[in-house]
């Protein structure tokens, strides 16, 4: 029960109004640290998992690691620094596994970086892992007094053009239009921690940059050191709902490998600032959206496989 | 956050610096593109010209700016253009004569900067000539290009010019601008020769070759007067480095504007190698204001009710198929 409070505490924040931005963050951030104590301590003894690395030149590769403690970023950290720089994400026996996640059954691990022959997953987590950092970023960049709700982070394929997040400002804002929307993150390196908590669906995965937690769909990327160039294109309007106006915000971001010429950055970001309807991925939806204009790197050129 | 593409040149002094290692940051236009992405950018930046250009090709319709008509003393602006070639040309009575054809190429006003931002006597226009592709040049340079809605350009001159004949930024120049008969100057950076000596430097005459002279043929001789100064003056001619400079050929005759290829046809020769990039101008020389009355002021509109014909000859110019008066 104490898990579903837990969960409780951090999605019924719109309840807790009269706390201001600041202390809601080191509120959620303080049970975010209690949570990743309990789950840790569910494996009081030590004990051994063996883990198999594939990938080109890593083929039968076995390491011995803790269960419950060790991480797919505790395993590159045997191998070599290219290793620990490059790789964004894991996947075991087939599943996307966050970088920081503690492994607890033996397994097949594989790393995935942005240069492989097909970086789909890697992208799509890249993706995700952005719009997580624009709630972030939006979070942060409104002074106190006003709140911001973050409601979700839509899951958008790479193809569309821009990585969103919905919000709902505060309803003094609602006239607000930004006049200059410019890119504010930081160059500081901050991993992305991760928790599964258990709630009465199934479990929810939690992430934590900093002092911001969100909640998301699938695995992140290792850490915000990977993105190079980054910037946050617009924000529309797209309706009401029962909080205030909705609004969603868009960016646009290249991981630190793929940088690109500022002319074809300007390309993408121009693409970037059009509204981007909901689109899910499936064949035939993401097809329209092709269609037209800039393609992006050949890491993103999902167009290929469709 | 943006990086610059182009990487900085270090300076002598910052060569103790360069021994220390840093994250290489600037990288060229299509590193990480594949080749269908880079073909399809290069097709997209040509067609993005086409479209910026047919958009400025109807001055009158983007609020122009007004059109005044030519005082005596006023002067106007020039064009950049591109040093094709040689030619022969005949007048009436049979004498030859040679010409170089420049032809403007995309050439457009870029910028205009008013008296008191230039230097405080007379305003000045900014005009680039010769399209050129985005990828290879720094932001910085691109950003005026896209402040007047005109393809970045190879070659950017400062013409001075008088208040009456200011043009808008973003108006496309033609070779109509001069007419057969006119005056004009051309300035170009003249061909690189290198390390040369003082024959051919400065044209000094050197030594005999042969009665006597010991190792003596093509030196500059003495250097002074002698015992009275006892030095050699500043600015002594000796041996250096020749040419890739820029030079100015004063009062050179347009015997012919060809309109629909633009091209002039400037008498005699013009400094600069073959395709390089030269910018014209109404000539200065006092005995030739006379030739260049009443010219196209401020500038040739092509959208304008005058028709004129694809070829401008000069009236003192021979065309073939004329009778020839013997």
Redesign the interface.
Known sequence: MNECKCVAGLASSAAAACLSSAELRSHRSALFSKEQVRQRSLYPRTEKIEVMLQGPGLQGTLLVMNRGLSTPYSCTRHLTEWHVKSSALALVDGQPWHMHQPLIHSCDLTLLTFKDDDPQIANQAYWRSCAALLGHVLDEAFKDEFSVELLKLPEVPVTAGAFCCDLVLDSRLDSWTPTEVR?A?S?TLLTFEERAAQSQNGTVSLYRCGDHVTVSGGPLVARTGLC????VTSVHKVGECEWGVLRRAQGLSLPL?????????K?LRKRAERLVRNVFVCDNSVKQVKARH??Q???F?ALVSF | ?????AGRTRGAAELWFSCIRTHR?N????E???ED?AS??KK?VTEEYKQQTTDKLNPLKDEPWPRHEWVEGSRRVGLVAVKLGMMPVWTKSGERHVVTMLQVQDCHVVKHLSKEEYEGHTAALIVGGKNVS??HRP?GY?EVFRNAGVPPKQKLTTFCVSDNAIIKPGTPLYAAHFRPGQYVDVTAKTIGKGFQGVMKRWGFKGQPASHGQTKTHRRPGSLGPGGDPAKVFKGKKMPGRMGNIYDTTHGLKVWRVNTKYNILYVNGSVPGHRNCLVKVRDSILPTRLENNKNPPFPTFFADGDEEIPEDLYDQDMFQFGEPMAE
């Open positions: 890119t993150s160059q190079s160039q980054y910037e490998n793929l940088t690109a010429h500022h002319n074809v950055w390309m800039c393609r790197k050949h890491c050129n | 956050m943006m990086e610059a593409a940051t990288t060229w236009w299509d990480h593109l594949t992405n399809f950018l997209v985005p990828f932001e691109l």
